[in-house]
């Protein structure tokens, strides 16, 4: 069975700190998906990125990067010099066949971003 | 124009009532997907629909019967609910049902059952 663990439930900094926020999966499986979406106040989720288990290289899009470690089950999410806008709940999620019928969600991570 | 649409967007409802939920999307798409998401809990898969049929039901309740009369449009028809149900309701869509990719998610309905 896969599992996906959020264990920061809440985290708030202060504008244009740096943020990190941690997600730890479990699979049995060689090929799998990791997921990061996020959550404003509106209430649709809006996805981040996607990573296959095949490519551990580390992404960076903008202030937003994104650490995959194969060793330790884990692929965490930074945001850098933080702002108000990016306030939200972030999910991180796995997929072992890459189908959303086996999709699981970890229990998000509300981010609060003061001025 | 977003590409879900989901309404309406806040439901009061009792017990005894008999409500719906509708979901629009406008991309495309051939999957459609319910989630239900309870305060401090993961979001919860409950029904799939690839091409218009049923492929998912994930042991949810009979009093949440689902309906997809076409590949843009997903209902979820409520009735007799308990307080417990009580959560936002997420429509989301994908390309297909074995997408590889991502979904696209609407606001989603914000349910209260007094």
């Known amino acids: 069975a896969q599992k996906v663990t959020q264990a920061q439930t809440e985290i708030s900094v202060v504008e244009k700190e740096d943020v990190t926020l941690d997600c730890v999966y479990e699979?049995?499986?060689?090929?799998?998906?990791l997921f990061w979406y996020k959550q404003p106040p509106s209430g649709e989720l809006v996805f981040l990125i996607r990573?296959?288990?095949?490519?551990?290289q580390n992404e960076i899009s903008g202030r937003y990067s994104w650490n995959f470690q194969k060793s330790t089950s884990s692929f965490n999410f930074t945001i850098t010099a933080s702002q108000v806008v990016d306030s939200a709940v972030y999910f991180c999620?796995?997929?072992?066949?890459?189908?959303?019928?086996?999709?699981?969600f970890g229990s998000g991570t509300q981010l609060t971003v003061l001025p | 124009e977003t590409g879900v649409t989901q309404t309406p967007r806040h439901l009061v409802m009792g017990m005894t009532n008999k409500k719906s939920l509708k979901c629009e999307q406008h991309?495309?798409?051939?999957?459609m997907y319910w989630y239900k998401q309870s305060a401090k809990k993961p979001l919860e898969l409950m029904f799939v629909?690839?091409?218009?049929?049923?492929?998912e039901n994930n042991s949810v309740p009979s009093r949440f019967s689902p309906e997809c009369p076409n590949s843009s449009h997903l209902f979820l028809h409520l009735h007799t609910l308990q307080p417990e149900d009580s959560a936002l309701y997420l429509c989301?869509?994908?390309?297909?049902?074995?997408?590889?990719?991502?979904?696209?998610f609407g606001s989603g309905t914000q349910l209260s059952v007094l």
């Open positions: 999620a796995l997929s072992e066949a890459g189908s959303a019928r086996q999709l699981t």
């Open positions: 990573r296959n288990s095949f490519d551990e």
């Open positions: 699979t049995r499986d060689t090929t799998y998906y």
């Open positions: 629909y690839n091409f218009k049929e049923q492929t």
């Open positions: 989301a869509s994908s390309q297909d049902e074995q997408w590889g990719g991502r979904l696209f």
């Open positions: 991309l495309g798409h051939n999957a």
